[in-house]
T-cell receptor, first 111, second 116 residues
Framework: GQQLNQSPQSMFIQEGEDVSMNCTSS?????WLWYKQDPGEGPVLLIA?????ELTSNGRLTAQFGITRKDSFLNISASIPSDVGIYFC???????????FGQGTTLQVKP | GAGVSQTPSNKVTEKGKYVELRCDPISGHTALYWYRQSLGQGPEFLIYFQGTGAADDSGLPNDRFFAVRPEGSVSTLKIQRTERGDSAVYLCASSPGGRGGTDTQYFGPGTRLTVL
C-alpha cells in the first residue's frame, strides 16, 4: 500500500537554529498535511497544502508541496523550546477522509 | 469550545478480555475517524464514519475490532478477545464533513490501551 517516508527520523538542535524535514511518497498525493504531536496529546494540524508547487507559511513554519506531488518539505525558522515534539506528514490516498501518516520526525531543541 | 474527548485516557486489561473505547467528537462534526498509534509510529487509519454509517472500515485489522456510531455523534470502538499486540494509543478525530480529503481532522488526546 501507499507509504510516506519521513527524514530525518530525529533531530537535536540548538535554540535559534533553522530546521528542515521532508516527506516522500511512492505515489501521488493531491493534499499534503503537516501535524505536530506533543506527548500525551493527539496530532494538531500545522499546515495544509492543496496544490503542486504551493508554498505556505504559518508563523515561523513554511511548507512546500513538491512539483512531482510525491514529496513535501517543512521548515521551521529560529527554533524555540516549544517546537519540541514529533512532526508528521500526512495525506489522503483518495478523496475520502482516510489519512496516511509518515513515521514522524522527532525534534528536540536545546536551550 | 470543547474539542474531541476520549475516555478512558488509560485502559489496562488482560489478554482475552473485551474493551470499549469511547469518543465524543466536536459538536456538529459529521465525520469521525479512529486511528491506532503504536510506539514510535505515526497514526494508522482504522475506520471512518460519515454520520451513522461506516464510510470506510478498510483499516480494521480483523473481525475482533468493531466500531459503532448509532446516533451520528458519540462513537465506541470495541475490541473483543484482546491480544498483547493490540496495545497502542487509540486516537479519535472528527471533522466538519463533506469535503473528503480536504476536511480538517481534529484529534482527541487518545486512549492508551495496555493488554497484559
Amino acid at each position: 500500500g501507499q507509504q510516506l517516508n519521513q527524514s530525518p527520523q530525529s533531530m537535536f538542535i540548538q535554540e535559534g537554529e533553522d530546521v528542515s524535514m521532508n516527506c516522500t511518497s511512492s505515489s501521488i498525493f493531491n493534499t499534503w498535511l503537516w501535524y505536530k504531536q506533543d506527548p500525551g496529546e493527539g496530532p494538531v494540524l500545522l499546515i495544509a497544502l492543496y496544490k503542486a508547487g504551493e508554498l505556505t507559511s504559518n508563523g515561523r513554519l513554511t511548507a512546500q508541496f513538491g512539483i512531482t506531488r510525491k514529496d513535501s518539505f517543512l521548515n521551521i525558522s529560529a527554533s524555540i523550546p516549544s517546537d519540541v515534539g514529533i512532526y508528521f506528514c500526512a495525506g489522503p490516498p483518495s478523496n475520502t477522509g482516510k489519512l496516511i501518516f509518515g513515521q514522524g520526525t522527532t525534534l528536540q531543541v536545546k536551550p | 469550545g470543547a474539542g474531541v474527548s476520549q475516555t478512558p485516557s488509560n485502559k489496562v486489561t488482560e489478554k482475552g478480555k473485551y474493551v470499549e473505547l469511547r469518543c465524543d467528537p466536536i459538536s456538529g462534526h459529521t465525520a469521525l475517524y479512529w486511528y491506532r498509534q503504536s510506539l514510535g509510529q505515526g497514526p494508522e487509519f482504522l475506520i471512518y464514519f460519515q454520520g451513522t454509517g461506516a464510510a470506510d472500515d478498510s483499516g480494521l485489522p480483523n473481525d475482533r475490532f468493531f466500531a459503532v456510531r448509532p446516533e451520528g455523534s458519540v462513537s465506541t470502538l470495541k475490541i473483543q478477545r484482546t491480544e498483547r499486540g493490540d496495545s497502542a494509543v487509540y486516537l479519535c478525530a472528527s471533522s466538519p464533513g463533506g469535503r473528503g480529503g480536504t476536511d480538517t481532522q481534529y484529534f482527541g488526546p487518545g486512549t492508551r490501551l495496555t493488554v497484559l
